[in-house]
C-alpha cells in the first residue's frame, strides 16, 4: 500500500498481560513494525513483513531495539525544577519546596516555558502518552494544554483544584474551581491528541464542596478523566481521617463524593486495606504506582501483589518532581528493585517490566484500544532505542544471549541518552541526533 512506512529493527512488546499468561512477551531478533496513515498494519519477523509490503518505504534500524511508547500515568507539570529535593516527607516536601515552586506558574511566561521544555522531555525519554497532573493556575494549564498539542503527544490533564490547607495563591472556591475547568474542558477536551482529566490535589487540600464541584463536572462532561493523590504517606492519611470523620476511608473520601469510576485513575495507594483494593477493582478504578516517589519521600512501598490478587488495574507513573526524573525505564527498574526488597514481594521480571512501562499505563487511562503495544489496528506509538558507543549497554547487549537479557540490560542501563527515536501514530516527536 502507498503510504505503508516499515521500521526494521529488533522489536519487542507485551501484547498480553504478563500478570496473568506466560506468554505475554512477543519478540522478533529481526523484526519490523509497517504502519500506514499513523496505524500499525503488520508487526513480525523482517522477512515477513517486508514480503507483505513491497511498495513500502523501508528503514532500516537493526543497530536499535524497538518497543511501544510509554505511559506515563502520573507526572506533574510543574515540579521538573524540585526533581532532587532530598531528606523530606511527603507533607514537609510540599509545603517547603514543592508548593512555593508551583506558585511560581502564576507567572505566564515562566509557565509557558515550563510547559514546553516538560512535554520536550516526556518525548526524549520515550514517553508517548501521559497523565499529567496540571497547574493550580488557568492560564499555566492552558500553557500546558497548547505545548502538549504542539508536541504531537496524548496527554489527558487538568487545572489542579484546592480550597484548603495549601497555600492561599493556590486554593479557590468550588464555584471557581467549577468555572475555570469547564473552560478548559470546552477549549481542550478532545482537541487532537488531548484530554481533560478533573484534578483535586488530594483530599487533604478539597473539602466535600469541592469534591462535589469535581463531580459535577464528570457529570457535565462524562468522557473526561478523574485523577488525584491516595494512600500515600501515614501523616497524610492520618490527616485526611481527621478532615473526613464521616469517610470508611481514603477511599472512601472519594469514593462518598462519586468520583470512582472505570476512568478514575489514582496515584500511589501504598497504604490500602483488603476492603479498599476491593472497592478500587468493583469500581475498575486505575492505580498509578510510583515507586521511586515512594521511596524518595519515605513513603512505603506500593503492595503490588495485593493489587494482582485482589484485580485492581495498576500503571506506573515517574511521579516528578517526588519521583527521580521521567524515564519510565528507570521507573520500571526501580520497581522491580523496591518489590525485590519486600517480603512478600511481587517477584517481576522483563516482560512485566516492559508491560508496566507500556501496555499497562495505556490500560490504565482508557487508551488500551489505541496504543500501549504493538498489535496491527493500533497507532503506531513506539520508540527506538540505541546504547550510545562505547557505553556500558552497548557492551552488555552484545554480549546478551537471548531478550530477556537485553530487556533486563535494557530497563537496567538505558536513559533518556538511549532514546533515538520516538513517534506518535508515526510521527516523529523526538529524535536524538547525537
Ligand atoms: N499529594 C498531593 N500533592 C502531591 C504531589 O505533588 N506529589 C505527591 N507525590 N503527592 C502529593
Ligand atoms: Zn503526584
Redesign the pocket.
Known sequence: MPGTTILRARVAHTPRDPFTTSDALETFDDGAVAFADGVIVATGAAEDVLAQHPGAEVQDRRDCVLIPGMVDTHV?YP?IPVIGAMGLE?LEW?AQR?LPEEAKMADLAHATKAAERFTRLLAGNGTTSALVFGSHFPQAQHALFEAADRSGLRIASGLVVSDRNLRPELEVTPDEAHAESTRLIERWHGQGRLRYAVTP??SVSATEEMLGACRTLLDEHPTTLFTS?VN?SPGEIAFVKQLFPHSRDYIGTYEDAGLLNDRSVLAHNVHASDEELHRLACAHTAVAHCPS?NAF?SSGIFPMARHVEHGVCFGMGT?VG?GTGLSMLKEALVAYHVQMVRTEGQMLGPAQLLYLATAAGAKAIGLNDLAGDLTPGKQADLVLLKPPPNSTLEAVLEEAPDWNAALGAIFTLAREECVVETRVSGEIVHTRTK
Do not use: G
Open positions: 506533574h515540579q511527603l510540599l514543592t490535589r488530594f493523590h500515600e516517589s519521600l511521579d517526588a
